[in-house]
């Protein structure tokens, strides 16, 4: 059974179940939003559509938040109406924000939920980017590739396809970046094949001292990396 976009006020997804409440009068901003509550998680969109014999559902203009992690884009589309197991796919002006992530922005993203919960992002863009500011140091971060992808469990960002990231004052530029947006680490290797080598570069601050750099372990600062065999 197939709905049609639904023009109400809020739907209200518990247990697999849909509350339809139709709001009789319109904002004077627009048409009013439609709202998903699954656990911690909502779901906010213009309009949605959802068949619930073949488990998809379609959104418009929508925003999935848990805590302080947001996702937002122009479409999306899930293989389950619920959090348990499903997997997402937004396309056109995909943000993924969090205090501790910062944010990535992309073409398209690939988020999958499972137990109601975020557990993984992969954002492919013309190119993905990506950038955070640590609440504690106000270190700034910034990155971009043609993939990112983001491992809650391990708060890691994988940048992958010529990927380069500036801290401070410190910029990698390398085939795979792996940063730790909590500790504040960073990991890097090049291609098996020739050319694909990690490149190091400090650049001084106005006080003449180099910019503060992410942990590296065992590869001084400043330092160009030689090949590696394969990705950390």
């Known amino acids: ?60 203009k929508v925003v999935i938040s848990q805590g302080d992690l947001r996702v937002t ?32 922005r992309s073409d398209s993203a690939t988020v999958q939920f499972r137990n109601e919960r975020l557990e993984s992002a992969l954002v492919t863009g013309n190119p993905a980017e990506f950038e955070q500011t640590t609440s504690k140091s106000g270190a700034f971060a910034r990155g971009h590739a043609d993939s990112i992808e983001y491992k809650v469990a391990t708060d890691t960002v994988r940048l992958s396809g010529s990927a380069q990231l500036l801290y401070g004052g410190t910029e990698t530029t390398a085939p795979v970046v792996v940063y730790n947006v909590r500790d504040q680490r960073l990991q890097f290797a090049g291609a098996a094949e020739p050319g694909g080598r990690v490149h190091i570069v400090t650049t001084p601050s106005k006080s003449g001292k180099p910019g503060a750099a992410p942990k590296v372990p065992g590869r001084p600062r400043g330092a160009a990396a030689p090949n590696a065999s394969g990705p950390p």
């Open 1 to 60: 059974m197939a709905i049609t976009p639904l023009k109400c006020s809020r739907v209200l997804l518990v247990a697999g179940a849909v509350l339809l409440a139709t709001d009789t009068t319109l904002a004077a901003s627009g048409p009013p939003r439609i709202t998903m509550q699954r656990g911690t998680i909502s779901v906010d969109a213009d309009s949605t559509a959802i068949d619930y014999k073949a488990h998809h559902v379609t959104l418009k």
């Open 73 to 104: 884009a122009d479409h999306a589309e899930a293989s389950g109406i619920d959090f348990d197991n499903s997997r997402w796919i937004f396309t056109n002006n995909v943000h993924i924000t969090s205090e501790q992530l910062g944010v990535l």
